[in-house]
T-cell receptor, first 114, second 118 residues
Framework: NAGVTQTPKFQVLKTGQSMTLQCAQDMNHNSMYWYRQDPGMGLRLIYY???????DKGEVPNGYNVSRLNKREFSLRLESAAPSQTSVYFC?????????????FGPGTRLTVL | AQKVTQAQTEISVVEKEDVTLDCVYE???????LFWYKQPPSGELVFLIR??????QNEISGRYSWNFQKSTSSFNFTITASQVVDSAVYFCALSEAGSGGSQGNLIFGKGTKLSVKP
């Protein structure tokens, strides 16, 4: 099992460009998450999908959109990239949206917006 | 409001020293879960441990041990006889009670960067 995979690993954009970050999991998990990690800020939740067919905003959703394409895939879209979106983006998944379940993370995407 | 505080931003030790990483949390819930993750220099996030609010027994796994104390709202992580490979950023996280789909969302501390020098 590959676990959680993310593409691309690195990306450089110019201000105003758009792009989609892809995430897929092969663990048959129901819940999926997108985080951003900035220096000194820890991980902050952007959007999550508790189950296929649902998506909800997290702590920092502005400037992003998501699509839960199917049970395996959860994509994050930047419509018009801004330098403030320079960050490392992590996707995570877990079996169910329950207190006890553990989130497992992908390897991350390092995004630079010039 | 729920919150996780890791007051130590960076710690530097020499190999074979013991080191404790502090984690203090705030929550009004009686049922909750706490987690520790490790982020080595390669960047991925690795799950280390999960502990529920009803189990205050200390956990030991090899050189790693965790001390959970509800009285002080702390879930501290100790590495015994540290090694260079322990160099990483360590995150403590609290599972959010929430409702519906947000149940179990994680609230992360800002992390502690541990450097172990040879």
């Amino acid at each position: 099992n590959a676990g959680v995979t993310q593409t691309p690993k690195f990306q450089v954009l110019k201000t105003g460009q758009s792009m989609t970050l892809q995430c897929a999991q092969d663990m048959n998990h129901n819940s999926m998450y997108w985080y951003r990690q900035d220096p000194g800020m820890g991980l902050r939740l952007i959007y999550y999908s508790a189950s296929e067919g649902t998506t909800d905003k997290g702590e920092v959703p502005n400037g992003y959109n998501v699509s839960r394409l199917n049970k395996r895939e959860f994509s994050l879209r930047l419509e018009s990239a801004a330098p403030s979106q320079t960050s490392v983006y992590f996707c995570a998944s877990k079996r169910l949206a329950l207190l006890a379940d553990t989130q497992y993370f992908g390897p991350g995407t390092r995004l630079t917006v010039l | 409001a729920q919150k996780v505080t890791q007051a130590q931003t960076e710690i530097s030790v020499v190999e074979k020293e013991d080191v404790t990483l502090d984690c203090v949390y705030e929550t009004r819930d009686t049922t909750y879960y706490l987690f520790w993750y490790k982020q080595p220099p390669s960047g991925e996030l690795v799950f280390l441990i999960r502990r529920n609010s009803f189990d205050e027994q200390n956990e030991i796994s090899g050189r790693y041990s965790w001390n959970f104390q509800k009285s002080t709202s702390s879930f501290n992580f100790t590495i015994t006889a540290s090694q260079v490979v322990d160099s990483a950023v360590y995150f403590c996280a609290l599972s959010e009670a929430g409702s519906g789909g947000s149940q179990g969302n994680l609230i992360f501390g800002k992390g502690t960067k541990l450097s172990v020098k040879p």
